[in-house]
Structures are given as C-alpha cells and as structure tokens.
C-alpha cells in the first residue's frame, strides 16, 4: 500500500512527476497503476488523472515552441513521422516548423512504411515527455496544473489518522472518497471506495492493509465492472469481469496475472 507514499514525501514536485510517469506508460502498465492507486489514496489518484495530458495537447503551441518541441525531441524527423502518423493536424504542426525540418519529412514521409501502433504512441509519449520537460524549465508555455489541496498532495490525511478506529476520506469537494477501520495504522474489515460523484467504486477486505478475499468492483454508473477474491493483495482464482454493455467474461488469475 505505499506506491504513492514516495510522490507526497516529495510534495508538489512528486505529484508532478506522478502525473508526467502516468503520461510516459503504456496503456497496459497505466491501468495496473490506476488499480492499485485509485484504492490506496483516490483523491490523489483522481487529481493526477485529472491533469494528465496526451499527445494532442502538443497542438495548443504555435510557432517557435513548436520549432523548441522538435528539436529536443530524440530521434528527429523519425520521431515525428511515427508522431503525426495518420493525424488529422500533422499539417498544422509541420507549418510552425521551419523549411528545412519540413522539406526533410516530406522526403522521408515517400519511403515511410506503415508503422506500428507502439511506435506510433511511443513517438506521442516522448513529444510529451519533451513537452513536459521544457514546460518546467520555462522555455515553453507553461501547463495551467489544476493542483488538489495541500494535505492531499502531502498525504497529510492519512499520516494524521488515529493510530487505531473509523477512518474515512473525502475529496476536496467534500463527497466522501473512501471509509474503514484502522488497527495500528493498517486496513482492517471491509472498506469502501467511492467515485468522485458519490458512487460507490469498491468494497472489499482488507487484512493487515492487504486486499483478502472477496471483492467488487463498480463503473461509475453503479453497473458491475468485476468481482472475485483477492489472496496477499493480489487477484486469485475466476473473476467476472464486464464491459459497459454488461457483457461478462471470466478470467482465471494467478497471483494477480490472467492466465493465458
């Protein structure tokens, strides 16, 4: 339970780095962080989330931080080929770049050979990457970061808990976030996990802080998302797991890995 513990004891600049490590994962490597975050400290979870950027944030700059954007990005006119590839502002971004770079992705963009899908967002994650990184140094426009609240960020919330008793967390809001029982700091008992809209996202066991037995878990519009056991803090054993639609499908675990 401490995979935020290390950004709040860093403040604002570990939330900041958080939110700028969700934005560089694969989609696959986000959505384990997520799961595991979003039941540690959601109001945290929800605020980096709430701050994340993609790649088409790049197309709010014009002239020369663009021109700044590219040439600090690796791999060149490689790079932003895979980046533009197929999308419908790459002429946009070319024209704030200067002839040279352009005649040049023009020449190379004859020979380019459809490129794969993780090449393509690998190139997107490292513009942004570069964007972040030259937003901090203010050599760019900065990002407007819609910042939580202090004890949030600090995690103060939960380093100022009674030792042992009711717990419970909101969201700056107000709505409440998550409640259960403390017993020397640990989670114990059953705890629930709420939705920013006051929806009900889990509920689960929790044995000495890890996740035990059976859980569910819910879409923000109160439908079933999954449900099945957890043993050490990892998914065990059938799970149902539905879409949007309420289609189900079961997925064998072992030790928190589908079995394929």
Not at 90 to 98: P, V
Not at 122 to 131: D, E, G, I, L, S
């Amino acid at each position: 339970m401490n995979t935020l513990n290390k950004h709040k004891k860093k403040g604002l600049d570990g939330f900041k780095k958080f939110v700028c490590s969700l934005e560089g994962m694969s989609e696959a490597t986000r959505l384990k962080v997520v799961q595991v975050a979003i039941l540690e400290d959601p109001t945290y979870l929800m605020a980096a989330l709430s701050n994340m950027v993609s790649f088409d944030y790049i197309f709010r700059y014009e002239g020369s931080d663009i021109q700044k954007l590219f040439e600090a990005v690796p791999g060149g006119v490689q790079t932003l080929l895979f980046a533009l590839y197929a999308h419908d502002n790459a002429e946009e971004f070319l024209s704030n770049l200067d002839d040279t770079t352009r005649l040049s992705y023009k020449d190379e963009k004859e020979y380019l050979k459809e490129p794969e899908a993780a090449q393509i967002n690998t190139a997107r994650n490292t513009f942004v990457k570069v964007m972040r990184a030259l937003q901090q140094d203010f050599q760019i426009a900065d990002f407007e970061w819609s910042l939580p609240s202090v004890s949030v960020i600090n995690g103060e919330n939960f380093s100022s808990a009674e030792s042992t008793g009711f717990f419970h967390l909101n969201y700056d809001s107000g709505t409440k976030a998550l409640e259960g029982e403390l017993e020397k700091k640990l989670r114990i008992g059953e705890w629930k996990h709420f939705y920013p809209n006051g929806a009900l996202m889990a509920v689960g066991f929790y044995v000495s802080s890890e996740k035990a037995g059976n859980w569910i878990f819910y879409y923000a519009d109160g439908s079933v998302k999954s449900k099945g056991e957890y043993r050490e803090n990892l998914r065990e054993g059938q799970w149902e797991e539905y879409d949007r639609d309420g289609l189900m499908i079961h997925v064998i675990y072992k030790r928190g890995k589908p079995d394929v």
